[in-house]
């Protein structure tokens, strides 16, 4: 709803930098973005999201991606049945050119493909400095966020499979990890998930789904409050997580060990919410995590009426 105060909530809090600004002042009649940046990882906030924002409130529009070949890809893409929402084209300002284009996903979500070749500018073309620079942000710790880790999608009941077959069909990724409901599962509730990567496995697309428990699954909560499916959390990867905040979940196996803390939703819907993972030597998702993750959420969940109890025929009622 608020480009600004997001993007400054970012800068205040996980430590982000101020990185550039598109609206009014630079030229931008339609939208306002602000972009932050901290280690490889990029945020862009925009303030008019127009039908979007009325039915999902504030939420992930889109998950970019760098790519050498934007147009191979796309033709790819095509070809193989993906929507493709804005073709090819070129920004170009005086700093050089970058070419883009946009895929439908899941729900009302996006891809975009960004090829860089040399652009030396800030952002993108159009973008200039922040017009904001908060002098105390020189002074604040690092947030120690180095990149992207993963982004999870909540998907509707039985809609997991299709949006992994969109992911391995169209932007041919492979599946990575899986567990079932029988691992996933709390007391209550229940969530089937795949994780899809790409070749190099640099790009880790976890897709859930509601599985069937005693109460409403947390990723069904997810979809009814997002309006459909959409992007459940971001992960950031981080060197030092001891930084970075209390409450740490921990995983192991024989090799390595894998740290992560979890914000509340970070919206006035119960739909979007952050992680922060460390990883050593440990290429899992928190299997062991995910219940006391679960566990928490529930609480939440509870204290806003929705861990209700789910019949026989599907309806669900409240305690
Ligand atoms: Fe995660």
């Known amino acids: 709803g608020n480009a600004k105060q997001a993007a400054s909530y970012y800068c205040n809090k996980l430590g982000f930098e101020p990185l550039a600004y598109q609206g009014l002042e630079t030229g931008s009649r339609e939208v306002v ?89 800030l952002f993108l073309p159009g973008f200039q400095p922040s017009l904001f620079k908060d ?25 997991m499979v299709p949006v992994v077959e969109w992911y391995q069909r169209n932007l041919l ?33 976890p897709i859930n789904e509601p ?24 992960a950031m990867n981080t060197s030092d997580i001891i930084t970075a905040e209390l409450k740490i979940l921990v995983d192991y196996d024989d090799n390595g060990y894998l740290l992560q803390i979890f914000t509340k939703p970070v919206q006035d819907r119960p739909t979007v919410f952050l992680e922060v993972i460390q990883r050593n030597n440990h290429q899992g998702f928190g299997a062991g995590n995910f219940k006391s993750l679960f566990e928490a959420i529930e609480g939440d969940q509870h204290a806003r009426g929705n861990l209700t109890i789910l019949t026989p025929n599907g309806v669900s009622k409240n305690m």
């Open 173 to 205: 990724f492979h599946r990575f990890w899986s567990v079932d409901d029988k691992q996933l599962q709390t007391e209550f509730s229940a969530l089937r998930s795949i994780v899809v990567a790409n070749y190099e496995e640099t790009v880790k697309m």
């Open 211 to 234: 599985a069937m428990g005693k109460r409403k699954s947390q990723i069904q909560e997810y979809v009814e409050y997002y309006g459909g499916p959409g992007v459940q959390h971001i």
């Open 33 to 121: 973005s602000h972009a932050v940046k901290q280690g490889k990882t990029m945020f862009v906030f925009f303030s008019e999201m127009g039908d979007h924002l009325v039915k999902h409130g504030d939420g992930v529009k889109d998950v970019a991606f760098t790519v050498e070949d934007c147009d191979l890809l796309v033709q790819k893409a095509r070809e193989r049945g993906a929507v493709i929402v804005k073709e090819p084209h070129t920004l170009e300002d005086k700093y050089g050119k970058v070419r883009l284009a946009v895929l439908q996903t899941y729900g009302d979500t996006t891809h975009t493909f960004v090829e860089r070749t040399g652009y030396s500018g």
């Open 135 to 159: 002098p105390l942000l020189a002074k604040l710790p690092s947030g120690k966020l180095n990149f992207i880790d993963h982004v999870v999608g909540n998907q509707p009941d039985d809609e």
